[in-house]
């Protein structure tokens, strides 16, 4: 096996990456076509085998792979990335979203964070597999999806329902964790290992409608203000999952006392989580998103009442954002909604529409893929542990765990590497990340397929 000049890698993947930048995916439309047949087309003229699928026209989705030199008959490793972007403002930019510029060692551009610049490492890691030789045990597959960002139904969720055998594999690596998270004076890594469901509902407040002139109790409007404010500040009930479980317990195994025992107490007294949580640490950033961990929500996003000023109208509507935790149901989640209206005195006013995705499920928190994550950062990052984390929001990773296949959000980002600028103008990626998440992916990679 040939050795890797690490430098001439580096510099390739960014010229990768700056490729990828160029493509515009804005989504919407997305049209991806054109990235994934250049995704395509690179793994070809390495003698990879490649191919673009449609699940519209302009809707495309690369898939290669790599076979095993040293066939074991284990099954595949999926690294997976998405080629669509959010929209961006190219007035509030620095640099053009579209340009892939080089600016003061990083890599600016609408998808440098998220994902293009995995989807470039990605393609990297195959490319590095094949020149060098690496004596795989197991095929390595790589897919460049469609359609991540407005909720993956063009993209890999198609890829699920028709065409999996292409993509099934061993376990996947994609978006979702990777990154490092701060607890009191301690850092560590984190992998991703299971997503809330999102669980909409509308909630339709009535009431007697008539000329704003002569004012009403009965009035749609206030009803539904109500409801929201109750469903705003009213925090649902505390359930511990097993994935939160195992976050807690790594992050506590590292934590000094009186922080160890604070972030047990988490577990061993949910019934008392805020006081817990502010004794766990001082972040109040944090502390929302460990609460987030821990219960399912509902937070009113969206009102719509009313076509003209002089009228009461007799329905006034909100949107509510609601996320289940793993474990739980709509049936469940509901049942805590309407017992926030009911304690609010509202419940009568109120009906409610639900608008569900199927409940994902978990991918273990052990196994083969998460000891290869470990080797890998013991290697370049000694000493910062590795936890699972539960995404409060979102992926694509729920379409595969669905049908059973292990899939960790890890994508590896140094200490200090900003995220601010996801999903935000002036978006952008040190190209010493790059070289962290190129360098100890590949060792991941090694250590699982070689």
């Given amino acids: ?17 700056r490729t990828l930048l160029r493509f515009d995916t804005t989504n919407p439309p997305g049209n991806e076509t054109p990235a994934a047949h250049w995704v395509a087309g690179v793994l070809r003229r390495e003698g990879i085998a490649a191919e673009v699928l449609e699940s519209a026209p302009g809707r495309g989705t690369a898939i290669g792979r790599l076979h095993a030199t040293n066939p074991t008959g284990e099954a595949p490793l999926l690294l997976m990335g998405h080629l669509d972007v959010v929209p961006a403002e190219a007035a509030e930019w620095q640099h053009p979203p579209f340009a892939g510029a080089v600016v003061g060692g990083e890599v600016w551009g609408r998808g440098a964070l998220d994902m293009k610049s995995t989807v470039a490492t990605w393609l990297m890691l195959v490319l590095l597999a094949r020149r060098t030789g ?21 993209g890999a969720r198609w890829i699920a329902e028709h065409h999996f055998d292409k993509v099934r594999g061993a376990g996947a690596l994609s978006e979702g964790g990777g990154t ?6 301690r850092s560590y890594f984190t992998y991703q290992v299971a997503e809330k469901t999102s669980c909409k509902f509308r909630m339709t407040a009535r009431g007697a409608g008539g000329h704003a002139s002569v004012p009403s109790a009965d009035n749609a409007v206030v009803h539904l203000g109500r409801a ?20 807690v317990e790594g992050v506590a195994a590292h934590q000094p006392e009186p922080s160890r025992s604070a972030w047990l107490g988490l577990l061993s007294d949910p019934a008392h989580a805020d006081e817990q949580l502010a004794a766990a640490t001082d972040d109040a950033r944090l502390q929302r998103r460990l609460r987030a961990m821990m219960a399912n929500t509902a937070t009113p996003t969206m009102l719509q ?14 949107m509510v954002d609601c996320r289940i935790l793993p474990g739980q149901t709509k049936e469940s989640v509901e049942a805590e909604v309407r017992a926030v209206l009911h304690a609010a005195g509202i419940l009568e006013h109120i ?24 080797i890998a950062l013991e290697r370049y990052a000694p000493g910062v542990p590795l936890i699972p984390v539960m995404s409060t929001g979102g992926t694509d990773n729920e379409f595969f765990r669905n049908l059973g296949m292990p899939i960790y959000g ?8 900003a995220f601010g600028t996801i999903h935000a103008a002036d978006e952008r990626i040190s190209i010493k990340a790059l070289a962290f998440s190129l360098q100890v992916a590949w060792e991941v990679v090694r250590t699982f397929c070689a």
């Fill in 410 to 417: 890890f994508v590896p980002l140094p200490p200090g590497e």
């Fill in 228 to 247: 929201v404010a109750a469903l705003g500040t009213t925090p649902l009930p505390v359930h511990i999952t097993e994935p939160f479980r195992a976050f």
């Fill in 1 to 17: 096996m040939q050795g890797i000049d690490w430098e001439a890698a580096v510099s390739e993947l960014v010229d990768h990456l």
């Fill in 180 to 185: 490092v998270m701060a607890v009191n004076d």
């Fill in 134 to 154: 690496l004596p795989l045990k197991r095929d390595i597959i790589l897919m460049a999806n469609a359609d991540e960002e407005t909720g993956g139904d063009m």
């Fill in 305 to 318: 009442a009313g076509s003209k000023i002089n009228v009461i109208p007799a329905t006034a509507e909100c």
């Fill in 351 to 374: 009906e409610l529409e639900w608008l569900l995705r199927p409940i994902k499920k978990d991918s273990p928190v052990h196994g083969p893929l998460v000891d290869a994550m470990r």
